[in-house]
């Protein structure tokens, strides 16, 4: 029997778990991750558990300059770590398990070498962290470092060209303790100036705050670059420095190495902070400077801003040694009217000479697609118009054509991803053959979603369908083409009650073979009926949502009404169009976790999952302008849908969210009277404390004040009356989104006489990881619900 009580008094509560049929879905074993080397011939199963523990969140934490690290350990401390390793040869019918792990492993950062005879990853011991290897022909496991790498600043190691060495950031041999702040004695105030510039900085979180936390950012964050070999042997590369990139060129003879330095900020995160980049030869050879960026604390107005000075630089990888970067021509201000936004520049080692302008882009740089000496793909975008140009250029001759100009939230238009392979540097590169390229798409239309290959002629810039899947009750996604030639191709398959499995494919004589065997660890939802149901919006929106049906529920029938929850997260959109466009899959696994509803199906709700929200705006209008009218209409049509199906009692409807999802759920439960009760997760409710932007909304508070205060529930918590759950981590990490927003929300709810629960879950931040808290929260979700649907 579940109970609590729902008062406006403090309770103690100790951690609690949901009812049985919620519990048994939630406390399940999560089968392996899987990935595979370039060849396609050898798989890895990474496992890792299903839940942290609470006690794993309970470790030593320092946050600067928007980090969170264990001191103690020198690696971020919000890692989920795997615990154990497997290999599949393809062809053979079992995995092998890796020998000689370490004990208790927690091991992260896996990367193949080079040659992809070994897997490196590192392993986290109480004291730090060591680099392993392992021989992937015989499964056996070594350690190569001591626990002295320092991963403060992320993977703490590249592998060199060889396949024999890394280069690793190492701990200093003379680095000194770190400051204790009861004992730190200020040397003075802390003084901020403004230049007077004008500026757009997101609310970010974990920031400096002192001197203190500046000598103890440097203290973790310096190393010392070394190269060790596989045998363990290690000589000096670089002396100490807070290395914040490190990339090793595809011939191997250079390595590209950025390092943060002073003056560090008290408003911006640590990639903000000034930084300068070096090229050295393999030995540690200063070649030259090629990149320095000062601190950027001030940035233009806009998704579409840049910083100004190179940035996006890396190596060409269809060359030995060419470096390629970008730079704004509009001084990275997207209210500047020019001509071209940005331009691509190349510089080939030794860079003794100047650099080379490769192409000018009118919007701003989105990537390149690499290919050969003759060919290569350049995207570029603006937010404003949510359009994405992709042209392809002959490098040599300088010869371009545009070859997409579209909508980028225009789903059933997306033209794919080029296939790729692997270059003689080990590089991925667009794969040409006799001047043609071949894409991989998901394949989402108005119909369904229908995967498939194209071909793209680079002479007449024709494409033709090669294959499509055409499955009606599966759901299958190409994830590699193996042989084209062959017709073979590498998938992943699931239904809503088969686990996605890998497969190799033979479309051309019709031969599956099946490659994993995982099993569905949710048996107790095989009944459940699934559909995904469209409907419209009263202003012609074609919307959608996934709907959920208990098993063994009558449906034509329909005597029993039901309850309804509903689960979504708002998303904007600059036409109707795009807006009413699904990547929903009815034959999508079912896989039900704490970010949804999808439990309750097994208490007897209907549940519509991951329904449409969109927020449109057209023409001169942002799509903010109309947020409250568009949310309410959003969630009319969802109910109306449902409803006119027959299935719900349309007085039990339950909404619910998690970040933007709970800044919705407290909009609808304040200004419309469609729900009963509603769930809102780590959300932001005051606007104004976000000033300068949040989600995709660009004006700051300054530029319409009045649309900020109407879309902050606090402003309206006079309003609310409907019972709200509010939940946070106790250290939400998300910029924004501070667990103070939800302490102020629901006091100024609690005074106000609104019916109310708010729970903190100690020591999770944004998303949720400790299996006690998850529990707890399903708990919570579960008498809640009960209360105010089924009561």
Not at 71 to 80: G, M, R
Not at 171 to 196: N, Q, W, Y
Not at 597 to 625: M, Q, R, T
Request: glycine fraction near 6%.
């Amino acid at each position: 029997m579940i109970a609590a009580g729902y008062s406006y008094t403090q309770e103690n509560i100790t951690f609690q778990k949901p009812s049985e049929e919620i519990l048994k879905l939630a406390d399940y074993e999560r089968p392996p991750s899987v990935f595979m080397n370039s060849n396609k011939d050898v798989m890895i199963f990474v496992y890792r558990p299903t839940y942290k523990e609470l006690k794993d969140l309970n470790q030593e934490e320092m946050r600067l300059a928007g980090l969170r690290i264990n001191p103690k350990t020198n690696i971020s401390s919000t890692l989920s770590y795997v615990n154990n390793i497997k290999i599949k040869k393809v062809g053979e019918k079992k995995e092998i398990q890796v020998k000689n792990l370490p004990e208790e492993a927690r091991l992260s950062y896996f990367s193949f070498s080079p040659d992809e005879k070994y897997l490196s990853f590192t392993n986290t011991t109480s004291n730090g962290v060591e680099l392993w290897v392992v021989e992937l022909a015989t499964g056996k496991a070594k350690k190569v470092t001591k626990d002295n790498l320092n991963a403060n600043m992320g993977r703490p190691y590249s592998w060199m060209k060889d396949s024999n060495s890394f280069i690793v950031c190492a701990l200093p041999s003379d680095r000194p303790e770190l400051l204790d702040e009861d004992s730190f004695l200020p040397t003075g105030p802390i003084v901020a100036t403004s230049s007077g510039q004008v500026s757009q900085n997101r609310t970010y979180q974990d920031m400096l705050k002192n001197k203190f936390d500046e000598e103890n950012f440097k203290i973790l964050t310096t190393s010392e670059l070394f190269i060790v070999e596989v045998n363990g042997k290690m000589t000096p590369f670089a002396n100490a420095g807070i290395y914040s990139g490190i990339s090793v060129s595809p011939d191997g003879e250079y390595v590209m190495v950025s390092s943060i330095h002073e003056p560090f900020s008290y408003m911006v995160p640590y990639y903000r902070f000034p930084f300068t980049t070096i090229i050295y030869d393999a030995k540690g050879n200063h070649i030259k400077e090629v990149n320095n960026v000062p601190l950027n604390e001030v940035l233009p107005q806009g998704f579409s801003s840049v910083r100004e000075g190179k940035r996006s630089m890396g190596w060409r990888a269809d060359q030995p040694s060419t470096l390629y970067y970008v730079e704004a021509l509009d001084r990275g201000d997207q209210a500047n009217e020019v001509e071209f936004r940005d331009e691509v520049f190349i510089w080939e080692a030794p860079f003794t000479k100047e650099p080379e302008s490769l192409f000018k882009l009118s919007s701003r740089y989105a990537g390149i697609n690499w290919g050969n000496e003759e060919n290569l793909f350049i995207s570029e975008f603006w937010f404003d118009t949510r359009n994405i140009k992709t042209h392809w250029l002959n490098p040599t001759t300088k010869e371009s054509k545009l070859i997409v100009d579209r909508n980028y939230q225009d789903v059933y238009s997306d033209p794919g991803d080029f296939y790729t392979e692997k270059n003689k540097f080990g590089r991925e590169t667009v794969v040409v053959k006799e001047n043609k390229v071949h894409l991989i798409g998901d394949g989402y239309t108005k119909e369904g979603q229908f995967p498939y290959i194209d071909e793209l002629d680079l002479t007449t810039f024709e494409t033709k369908r090669i294959y499509t899947i055409n499955s009606t009750d599966k759901k299958e996604d190409i994830i590699d083409v193996l042989n084209l030639d062959r017709g073979e191709i590498l998938l992943r398959s699931q239904s809503p009650v088969d686990y996605p499995n890998f497969y190799i494919r033979n479309y051309k004589q019709n031969i599956d073979i099946q490659l994993t065997n995982f099993l569905n660890p949710f048996e107790s939802l095989k009944g459940v009926h699934k559909e995904v149901i469209t409907y419209f919006r009263e202003d012609g929106v074609e919307l959608s949502g996934t709907l959920y049906l208990p098993a063994g529920y009558d449906k034509e029938a329909k005597t029993e009404k039901l309850p309804l929850l509903i689960w979504a997260y708002p998303t904007e959109y600059v036409d109707k169009a795009t807006a009413g466009m699904s990547t929903k899959n009815p034959n999508s696994f079912t896989y039900p976790y704490y970010g949804s509803f999808v439990y309750w199906v097994a208490k007897g709700y209907a549940v519509l999952d991951d329904a449409s929200f969109p927020i449109v705006g057209e023409g001169d209008k942002e799509p903010n302008d109309t947020f409250i009218e568009q949310l309410i209409a959003n969630g009319k049509a969802a109910i109306d849908a449902v409803d006119s199906l027959g299935y719900i009692d349309r007085k039990r409807v339950g909404v619910g969210g998690h970040s933007y999802g709970a800044f919705m759920t407290a909009n609808l439960l304040s200004h419309s009277d469609l729900f009963a009760c509603g769930i809102a997760r780590s959300g932001a409710y005051n606007r104004t404390l976000t000033p300068f932007g949040f989600q995709r909304e660009q004006r700051n508070y300054w530029d319409n004040p009045d649309l900020y205060n109407r879309m902050s529930p606090f402003m309206s918590a006079d309003k609310m009356k409907t019972p709200m759950l509010l939940v946070h981590g106790e250290d939400d990490n998300n910029s924004g989104t501070y667990t103070e927003q939800t302490k102020r929300y629901f006091d100024a709810l609690k005074n106000l006489g609104a019916p109310v629960r708010m729970v903190l879950l100690p020591k999770e931040s944004h998303g949720y990881v400790a299996k006690e808290n998850i529990f707890h929260l399903l708990y919570e979700q579960d008498v809640f619900l009960e209360k105010y649907l089924k009561e």
